[in-house]
């Protein structure tokens, strides 16, 4: 089974960075797509970016799209989500996600996805 466990998340200020990790046990990554999502008290799970397994297709929604970067690395059955340009309305718990799919797809709607973290606190003080 494949498991997935997020890491980076913390307590950053406005205009700050961050990385988040999300390492893969159980299976290798190079045939899953992989995403971020968040989400924030009181909201619904939102998609932030998805990447296919080549890396060739890459999707971030608009709030985050200049600021925010997806990468993966399959040698170390890791993905990344680089956050610039923090903002509070940032302020969420970070999950990423999982899906065995073809070379060039990917998407950001949560039930499109059957792995799961955990999640990361990821908190953007004003």
């Known amino acids: 089974q494949l498991q997935l466990v997020e890491s980076g998340g913390g307590l950053v200020q406005h205009g700050g960075s961050l990385r988040l990790s999300c390492a893969a046990s159980g299976f290798t990554l190079d045939v899953y797509a992989l995403a971020w999502f968040r989400q924030a008290p009181g909201k619904e799970r939102e998609g932030v970016s998805c990447?296919?397994?080549?890396?060739?297709?890459?999707e971030y929604v608009d709030s985050v799209k200049g600021r925010f970067f997806i990468s993966r690395d399959n040698a170390k059955n890791t993905v990344y989500l680089t956050m610039h340009s923090l903002k509070p309305e940032d302020t969420a718990v970070y999950y990423c996600a999982a899906e065995v799919a073809g070379t060039n797809w990917c998407e950001t709607e949560p039930h499109e996805y059957d792995s799961w973290g955990q999640g990361t606190q990821v908190t953007v003080s004003s």
């Open positions: 990447i296919s397994s080549t890396g060739k297709r890459i």
